[in-house]
């Protein structure tokens, strides 16, 4: 298996180096130079998380040098649930709550997947590998954790002053060692143009050897697609029914993670995408214009994105808008509706959500059965809404308990850095790390 940029000007690379690069040379996403197709019978006798990984992964670490080692991989990285917990008595609807890893978000399987890929990748390497993250809440947290004090790796972490949350705030900066944290004096755009300018500078990447664990690195995307396999071939063999997923969605990887997997033949009904405020793909599927803009602050501080890099991987896929209106939905939620949902969920079916998952919650109140009235729905869960305790417990009235993986982040020291929103402040930042 090979992989290509969306933008069609860089070789064809191998899943090791695509992984380790993060970015196409001419900037553009990596991508599948063919899609393999996967049979539902491929997933006899798989059924956990590893197993289902195991079998969707293969085609695309073939021919690679990580390609015999692949099963313990998925072991290491899937070692924690994705439970799927249904919300209505007749389990029509059903939540994937994608939060019980170590920094209790979604972002946990594919940052220990690409981890895990790493550290076997880079076995020997002469020089350490710098990984440049920028994030909006969860990303930082989740590869800080998976990367912390593992040899040849230095991470630095980019998230925007002021816009993410206290207890994501500590997630990102109580670390040390080997992970190093910037507040940027800007929004999560801002983060994700540097280290876009970062590896497309040719001073830079001639100095540090880089690479990226945001959702533009197809070792990020790929392991989420694993949870879709899993829950709707679950879903599938009980009811034999394709459920539908609605995912709160801001860069768009764990979306185009779900088309993905459709893709390669799992059965996927319909995907809808929430999206907070920042609108850029329900105005594009209305208009037919893509036009990307600068994001705006929400109360789902982690899908502030005014210009989602992987819309660049959903347009490759379907090059028009009538073809990526037939693949997915999507839809904006305003912060008042996503408070009033948190509100009217929990007094109907006892459930706590994070602002996120609300905002995809939000989205199931406005479906209708229509035409398919046993049609399954997945609402996904992608964060643990202890994450928000400032903004979720006085909508609730009642303290929200903190799972043990978080209440251990919190004895810890913290410190960040200051970050102009330059290329030329990350890399002096760069260089004092390297001295």
Not at 217 to 225: D, F, I
Request: hydrophobic content about 45%; proline content about 7%.
């Amino acid at each position: 298996m090979k992989f290509i940029s969306t933008r069609g000007q860089s070789p064809a690379v191998s899943f090791g180096a695509a992984l380790t690069q993060g970015l196409a040379p001419d900037g553009g996403l990596y991508i599948p130079e063919q899609w393999p197709s996967l049979p539902l019978s491929a997933f006899d006798g798989a059924h956990s998380l590893p197993e289902v990984a195991d079998v969707f992964l293969r085609p695309f670490v073939a021919g690679d040098a990580i390609a015999g080692e692949i099963s313990q991989v998925t072991r290491d990285a899937f070692n924690f649930p994705a439970p799927l917990e249904p919300v209505t008595a007749d389990g029509r609807l059903s939540v994937l709550e994608l939060f019980h890893g170590p920094t209790a978000a979604f972002k946990d399987f594919g940052a220990r997947f690409l981890a895990a890929c790493m550290q076997r990748l880079r076995a020997g390497a002469s020089r350490p590998l710098n990984i440049l993250v920028a994030t909006s809440g969860d990303t930082g947290g989740a590869v800080a954790a998976a990367f912390h004090r593992r040899d040849g790796v230095v991470v630095s972490v980019l998230f925007p002053k002021g816009l993410v949350s206290p207890t994501q705030e500590r997630q990102l900066t109580c670390w040390g060692d080997n992970v190093h944290s910037f507040r940027v004096s800007g929004s999560f755009d801002d983060c994700q143009r540097l280290v876009k300018e970062a590896f497309v500078d040719a001073g830079l990447k001639a100095r540090f050897e880089l690479s990226s664990a945001n959702s533009i690195n197809l070792g990020r995307l790929l392991p989420q697609a694993v949870y879709y396999a899993a829950t709707s071939l679950a879903v599938h063999r009980a009811h034999g029914i394709a459920p539908d997923f609605i995912i709160p969605s801001g860069n768009l990887g764990n979306s185009v993670a779900c088309v993905w997997a459709r893709k390669l033949g799992l059965p996927i009904g319909r995907i809808v995408l929430a999206h907070n405020a920042n609108r850029a793909v329900p105005d594009y599927l209305e208009s037919g214009e893509w036009q990307p803009r600068a994001s705006v602050p929400t109360l789902a501080s982690a899908m502030d994105v005014g210009t989602p890099s992987n819309m660049e991987r959903l347009r490759s896929l379907f090059p028009d808008v009538e073809s990526v209106r037939d693949a997915v939905r999507a839809h904006s939620v305003s912060d008042a509706e996503i408070a009033a949902r948190i509100q009217a969920d929990f007094r109907q079916y006892g459930k706590v959500w994070c602002p996120h998952t609300a905002t995809a919650a939000e989205v199931y109140a406005r479906m209708t059965p229509g035409k398919r009235p046993d049609a399954r729905r997945i609402i996904v869960a992608t964060a643990h809404p202890a994450k928000f305790r400032e903004i979720v417990e006085p909508l609730i009235g009642r303290q929200i308990e903190i799972p043990e993986s978080l209440a251990k982040l919190f004895s810890r020291p913290v410190s960040a850095s200051d970050l102009d929103p330059a290329l030329a402040a990350l890399t002096s930042a760069l260089e004092k790390i390297k001295q």
